[in-house]
């Protein structure tokens, strides 16, 4: 049963275009109603230094539960609290119940990201009664699009000195200048 939850959950988000992380088999899963990281998916994301950033842990949990569930996020091993000493880096916490089930989110808020940033393992824990998961995230540097506006001016600006040049040399084989000398 959990397997084919587990497909089921892999098709409708390759459909409908987000991603969700698959079931962690590494435990033994009795129940769907134990709470899953859809977000993140062990994965990488680009950042520019300096900009701002948010990463969401986004969690699937059961829609009528009395179980408590810790989600909270590391910053290589530490809490986000002992990683940045100032409130550059936060945590928020939000609740939604719908339909299909309860979810949980904690995001974590950059107000700058910085180049020390870069080297950080970030990962989501979940502890609950039944099970713990944890989910990572790298942030790598964003290529800057600087360079290739670059490559796109010159291309362009030659390109317009080779089309003037070839329409003028067309256009002066279509007309060759006659010179009369008077007497």
Not at 11 to 38: F, R
Not at 55 to 69: D, F, G, N, S
Not at 142 to 154: C, E, F, M, Q, T
Request: charged share 20%; proline share 2%; aromatic share 8%.
């Amino acid at each position: 049963m959990t397997v084919s939850l587990a497909v089921i959950i892999f098709i409708c988000a390759s459909i409908s275009g987000s991603k969700v992380c698959a079931l962690s088999m590494q435990h033994s899963i009795t129940s769907e109603h134990i709470p899953q990281i859809l977000y993140p998916c062990n994965n990488t994301i680009e950042a520019l230094a300096g900009s701002k950033l948010e990463i969401t842990c986004k969690v699937l949990a059961e829609l009528h539960t009395t179980v408590e569930i810790l989600v909270y996020w590391l910053a290589n091993h530490s809490y986000i609290e002992d990683y940045s000493n100032s409130s550059r880096v936060t945590e928020i916490r939000i609740e939604r119940r719908e339909t299909e089930g309860s979810y949980i989110e904690v995001k974590l808020s950059f107000s700058e990201v910085r180049k020390k940033d870069f080297e950080i393992n970030f990962v989501c824990v979940v502890l609950s009664e039944e099970m713990d998961q944890e989910r990572f995230v790298f942030i790598k540097p964003a290529v800057s699009n600087v360079a290739s506006h670059i490559v796109v001016a010159v291309a362009v600006l030659v390109s317009v000195i080779l089309v003037s040049k070839y329409t003028y040399k067309f256009l002066k084989s279509k007309h060759p200048l006659s010179y009369e000398i008077l007497k």
